[in-house]
């Protein structure tokens, strides 16, 4: 529709003066949804739990009971997806790490580097530990105030997404949060997940649109 076309325009044209729509990205007022495999379906959350382990002083498995009572965030992102739509100002509530650090939840070893997202059906994707702590990773639970679609990745997704207006190295590509999270790994090695074994970028900085690996 035209009004739609318009708004998308207008949006797009003021997220590009704001510095917020990084290179060779178009404004989505939809929130698509990319993965590759099945969409798990949990009858119970019983069924779910969340391991932290590896690099860590002592390894932890929270059931969904657990988790919702860890420490808690509300954050607003920009989403960047490598196939080139931006989401802007979306509203999350989650768990970041630096809080269960914090709070003495989590105490990780001085040799980790690396965090490795474990998801449902052997999906992996890594991040150095820097963007693990860093204000754009988030263990999302919520989207704008609801609990996430199934095919979003309820109940609890990694996000690697943009702060608003608010420029960083650790500004990642979407793929980077892995949907149906099921356990945290640190590592003093990397360990290159799903896409980035499949030829997309391992750092993925949206500002030096690093989308695919050279080969
Ligand atoms: N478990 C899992 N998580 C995943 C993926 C996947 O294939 N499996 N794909 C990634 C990719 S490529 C993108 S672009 C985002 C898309 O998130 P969305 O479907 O909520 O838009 O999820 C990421 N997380
Ligand atoms: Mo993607």
């Given at each position: 529709?035209?009004?739609?076309f318009?708004?998308?325009?207008a ?34 959350l ?8 590896g ?6 498995t929270?059931s ?7 420490p ?12 080139k739509?931006?989401k ?16 003495g ?46 095919e ?5 997704r ?6 608003p ?22 590592t003093?090695?990397?360990h ?14 949206v ?5 695919y690996?050279?080969?």
């Amino acid at each position: 529709m035209f009004s739609d076309f318009a708004e998308r325009r207008a949006l797009e044209q003021k997220m590009r003066q704001e510095g917020r729509l990084p290179p060779g990205q178009s404004v989505t007022l939809k929130f698509p949804v990319l993965h590759y495999g099945p969409v798990p379906l949990y009858d119970d959350l019983g069924q779910w739990s969340l391991r932290l382990h590896g690099l860590v002083e002592k390894e932890l498995t929270l059931s969904w009971d657990d988790f919702t009572k860890l420490p808690r965030r509300k954050v607003n992102f920009d989403l960047h997806c490598v196939t080139k739509w931006s989401k802007f100002d979306t509203q999350w509530e989650g768990v970041h790490l630096q809080d269960l650090i914090d709070e003495g939840i989590l105490k990780l070893k001085p040799e980790a580097q690396f965090c490795i997202q474990h998801c449902e059906f052997g999906y992996t994707t890594n991040t150095s530990l820097e963007a693990a702590l860093s204000e754009n990773f988030l263990m999302a639970f919520l989207y704008e105030g609801k609990p996430l679609e199934p095919e979003h990745g309820y109940p609890v997704r990694g996000l690697m997404a943009a702060i608003p207006g608010k420029r960083t190295e650790t500004d990642r590509y979407l793929w980077k949060g892995g949907k149906w999270l099921r356990a945290l790994e640190f590592t003093a090695d990397d360990h290159p997940g799903f896409w980035e074994k499949a030829g997309y970028n391992n750092i993925a900085n949206v500002w030096r649109e690093e989308r695919y690996s050279r080969w």
